[in-house]
Structures are given as structure tokens and as C-alpha cells.
Nanobody, 119 residues
Framework: QVQVVESGGGLVQAGGSLRLSCAAS????????MGWYRQTPEKERELVAD???????NYADSVKDRFTISMYNAKNTVYLQMNSLKPEDTAVYYC?????????????WGQGTQVTVSS
């Protein structure tokens, strides 16, 4: 059984900052990458940022230069530092962990954490 638990969401004014955390635990296979996605009622789930254990990162254009993803490999924990937040960043943010199993990649998802940015 695998648990992926996010924390750190909340309400913030435009221009403010939030830091999201996510930890994957339990009977997990080797985690090779973790990432953050977000979703609103109007839009499909989209990638915000991801990072490999080797440190390679990838960001959505809309968050480049404002968000920073980092990973603590030993604890399968990933962070998302969000600065200069905008109302359009309002969404439910989901953490995803990619594991490598014998049969191929496996993906674990958290329940999501709400981020609301007021104007």
C-alpha cells in the first residue's frame, strides 16, 4: 500500500507565496520522479512541474520563474515553492510519484490540496 500525502495549500493574496509539500510512503517501489499537477473545474489536470531523482526539472510555461520544485530523495518528498502567486494559479494541486517496477512504471497520486489566490 502506498500513501501520497500533500500539505501546504491554503488562501493567499495575489503576489504572495505558498510552499507545498508531498511525501510518498508505504510499500513503494523505487521512486524515480515526482511532480505537481493542478486542476480546476474548467480545465483538465495539467502539469505544473516535475523533477527526477537526478535533479532534472520541467515547468509549465505559466509558472516558470515563479515556482521552484525540489526533491528530498531519501524521504521521497517533493516541495513546490510558489512565489508571485496569481489568481489564475487557483486550483487543486495534486502530487504524483512515479515508481519503477519490474512490469514497468507505476504512478501514485495524492488526494490534492486546494490553493486559492485572491485578487
Amino acid at each position: 500500500q502506498v500513501q501520497v500525502v500533500e500539505s501546504g495549500g491554503g488562501l493567499v493574496q495575489a503576489g504572495g507565496s505558498l510552499r507545498l509539500s508531498c511525501a510518498a510512503s508505504g510499500s513503494i517501489v523505487d521512486i524515480v520522479a515526482m511532480g505537481w499537477y493542478r486542476q480546476t473545474p474548467e480545465k483538465e489536470r495539467e502539469l505544473v512541474a516535475d523533477i527526477t531523482k537526478g535533479g532534472s526539472t520541467n515547468y509549465a510555461d505559466s509558472v516558470k520563474d515563479r515556482f521552484t520544485i525540489s526533491m528530498y530523495n531519501a524521504k521521497n518528498t517533493v516541495y513546490l515553492q510558489m512565489n508571485s502567486l496569481k489568481p489564475e494559479d487557483t486550483a487543486v494541486y495534486y502530487c504524483e510519484a512515479e515508481g519503477r517496477a519490474v512490469a514497468g512504471p507505476v504512478y501514485y497520486w495524492g488526494q490534492g490540496t486546494q490553493v486559492t489566490v485572491s485578487s
